[in-house]
């Protein structure tokens, strides 16, 4: 790992190690540490989870970021060494380009010290170099008197009148490419310019959804992300022509003060050369690199709000032991169902038709009053896709005539078609169809939506904004990084896990996942994590990295079940010996009461251990198996319906949050339509992001603000009405 950036001098390594330790505002030793355990295979959450000591306490986060620092030192070295070998190769190396490359900084120091050196296509300065009037442009810009005899004879066998627009162009082109002029020129367009947009002439835009952006101008200084996405598209859909706009008289007379000397003749040509190349070849490319840094960092806050999102969807707490009937809605097919047992198993598949166009209320009814006689259904869970709200209605309006107490829900099925339709899917249903194995799908969601949503590319699980107009490798590389880091946070019962879940393990791969479970499936439950070592090509450092994470639910030995990793098994018996317990008193009342009562501090001195992993101890001790997704609000679980039309301004709902995006958030409080909470409508203090007030799944308390039946629109506020 680094190997580039490892073969510099151990001075320029210290070096590179303390800019990223200044850059995150970390500890030189925490940096170098992270570098040597990754470069040992140490995975994330291992690090983070298990030797918080040698880090100094970082998290997942924390660990990323300098990860990701060192890649980018990484890039950065190898960009240098390879632009060197390339000036030398051209034989344009100096002692100056060297230095200069030693202390670049950033890639784009890089490329603009290359840029002069970098190939080109045939360009006008390269022809007029060709013809040999190099010398006539560098005469130009000295302060030489003007002479049309030293014109004439620089110009060679070229006519002037030829030779002149050659001449511009390269005297245009290596003034363009002076490193320090574009960067001046970056910061002004950063600080003063604005960003603007205009309608184009015959565009269609039949919603008008573009329509705040007809004429818009705002100062790229303070532009918000999600309106730098939402001009890329209103310009990728060829509605929105977008510009950068920048008032360049003083960068210009700034620019040409160097010639102010020169005589007059000569001024006139190279100010004339320099005018046309910033308006032709410099601004453009200025203002490609500002339009792509804004994207690039409205790209990461939208990457950033999704994995938010992804984590919180994957927190969702688990509806443990309760046998659950699925719906998957839809019109013309129909709604395929699925009941599925307290473990996920599935019980019966099926397909009813109580929405448009057949309309069978009433066979419908009869099918539901079947299942709930056959089955103890405790949740009817209903995917909010297509039909949705229609199909909420009816099971809303059976609840009513039912002969016993069940409840519904709503869940986001995003996804649920992928995976229906997947491999995976495939794997494990195989006599299902592609729409049976969707009903089941949503019906695990509320059993344990991490679970079952490990299943599903992140990308496909739709709780952010603009997803699709971002890097999707960067998309991607986060949201697999939120699921890694949940999965592993929760844990995992090694013998109930799926091959998907467990390819998510810390330490675990496709491969040894797919062996975990043929070896469980030949061999039995687990008893111990020592037999997990058994597992075809599951390699000691494998263990090491996965072992604290895959739990022994009911095994031989109690601390199999806890966080506590193998490694530790010693300290965590001298822990009991010193507060006078045992392994058989683990998660008992008795002991957590005790261990209440335990001075951590004192007891890692006594122990000579580390306070972190003797803290992290004391908790596992007092709840071997603890989900940390107890600690979230269940789901929301409803009897009744309204519909759009029934809702008046001021009624109060308790609600879902199923999405939150830049502006605000939607809740869903059991009508047609998700409402809107608007950023200024979440809190009665000031919100610099909907994320640090609410999140997804969270349960809100809200008021009707607005409603827009014929738009289906409803506004809704969390500000209760005495406040606002």
Not at 185 to 208: F, I, T
Not at 407 to 428: H, L, P, T
Not at 555 to 570: N, R
Request: glycine residues 6%.
């Amino acid at each position: 790992m680094f190997a580039t950036l490892w073969k510099r001098s151990k001075k320029e390594v210290i070096q590179v190690i303390t800019k990223v330790a200044n850059a995150l505002n970390l500890k030189v030793n925490q940096v170098e540490t992270v570098r040597q355990l990754a470069s040992e295979g140490a995975t994330i959450p291992f690090m983070a989870r298990y030797r918080k000591e040698m880090t100094g306490n970082l998290d997942e986060v924390e660990i990323k970021g300098i990860l990701d620092a060192l890649q980018y030192e990484e890039s950065l070295q190898k960009r240098k060494a390879d632009v060197l070998a390339k000036l030398e190769e051209l034989e344009k190396n100096t002692p100056e380009l060297t230095k200069a490359l030693e202390a670049a900084t950033t890639l784009q120091q890089v490329e603009d010290i290359y840029l002069p050196y970098r190939p080109k296509r045939r360009t006008k300065a390269e022809q007029g170099r060709e013809k040999g009037l190099q010398p006539l442009a560098d005469w130009f810009r000295d302060k030489s008197p003007y002479s049309s005899d030293m014109v004439e004879e620089l110009s060679q066998e070229v006519e002037v009148e030829e030779a002149m627009p050659l001449v511009h162009a390269i005297i245009g082109e290596e003034w363009g490419e002076e490193a320090k002029l574009r960067q001046m020129l970056r910061d002004r367009v950063r600080k003063e310019g604005l960003l603007r947009s205009k309608k184009k002439k015959q565009a269609e835009d039949e919603k008008e959804i573009f329509a705040q952006y007809y004429e818009y101008e705002e100062k790229i200084a303070g532009i918000v992300p999600h309106r730098v996405l939402a001009l890329n598209r209103g310009e990728r859909t060829d509605v929105l022509q977008v510009k950068v706009v920048f008032d360049e008289t003083r960068f210009m007379d700034q620019a040409l003060r160097t010639y102010e000397r020169l005589p007059k003749e000569k001024r006139e040509v190279v100010e004339a050369a320099v005018t046309e190349a910033y308006k032709k070849s410099v601004f453009p490319a200025i203002e490609r690199e500002i339009r792509g840094e804004l994207t690039e960092k409205a790209e990461e806050q939208a990457i950033d709000v999704f994995s938010k999102n992804l984590k919180q969807l994957y927190m969702q707490p688990p509806l443990r032991e309760v046998v659950v009937l699925g719906i998957d809605p839809a019109y013309r097919t129909g709604c395929k169902w699925a009941v599925v047992n307290e473990i996920g198993k599935v019980e019966e598949v099926g397909v009813f038709y109580p929405t448009a166009p057949k309309h069978d209320i009433a066979g419908a009814e009869n099918v539901l009053t079947r299942l709930a006689k056959k089955y103890p259904i405790s949740v009817i869970v209903v995917g909010n896709g297509t039909a949705s709200r229609e199909t909420e209605q009816f099971v809303a309006d059976w609840l009513k005539k039912a002969e016993r107490d069940i409840a519904y829900a709503i869940v986001n099925e995003a996804g649920a078609s992928v995976y229906s339709a997947s491999e995976v899917a495939r794997s494990e249903f195989p006599d299902l169809k592609v729409e049976e194995r969707s009903a089941v799908s949503i019906a695990r969601r509320i059993q344990d939506a991490m679970a079952e949503l490990v299943k599903v590319d992140p990308q496909s699980v739709g709780v952010g904004q603009y997803q699709h107009d971002v890097s999707q490798n960067k998309l991607k590389a986060s949201l697999e990084f939120v699921v890694e880091s949940v999965v592993n946070m929760v844990g995992i019962d090694v013998n109930r896990a799926s091959e998907s879940l467990l390819t998510y393990v810390s330490g675990l791969n496709k491969t040894t996942a797919k062996n975990i479970v043929a070896y469980r499936e030949e061999n039995g439950r687990f008893e111990t994590r020592k037999e997990i070592k058994k597992v075809p090509r599951l390699g000691a450092k494998a263990f090491e990295q996965a072992a604290g994470f895959l739990r022994i639910m009911n095994g031989k030995d109690v601390l199999d079940q806890t966080e506590i990793h193998p490694e530790s098994y010693p300290l965590a018996l001298s822990i009991l010996k010193e507060i006078g317990s045992s392994k058989s008193e683990v998660g008992t009342v008795a002991l957590r009461e005790r261990l209440q009562q335990v001075d951590a501090k004192a007891l890692s001195e006594r122990l000579e251990a580390g306070l972190p992993t003797v803290e992290d101890i004391l908790k596992s001790l007092a709840k071997p198996g603890r989900d940390p997704r107890e600690d979230i609000q269940k789901p929301l679980l409803r009897t009744d319906v309204m519909s759009l039309e029934d809702l008046q301004v001021g009624m109060e709902f308790q609600g879902t949050v199923r999405n939150v995006i830049d502006f605000g958030a939607f809740v869903d409080i059991g009508v047609k339509q998700d409402g809107l909470v608007h950023i200024s409508k979440l809190s009665n203090r000031y919100v610099k992001h909907p994320l640090d007030v609410v999140a997804v799944g969270d349960i809100v308390t809200v008021w009707i603000e607005q409603v827009d039946v014929n738009r289906g629109r409803i506004s809704l506020t969390m500000l209760a009405p005495s406040i606002k």
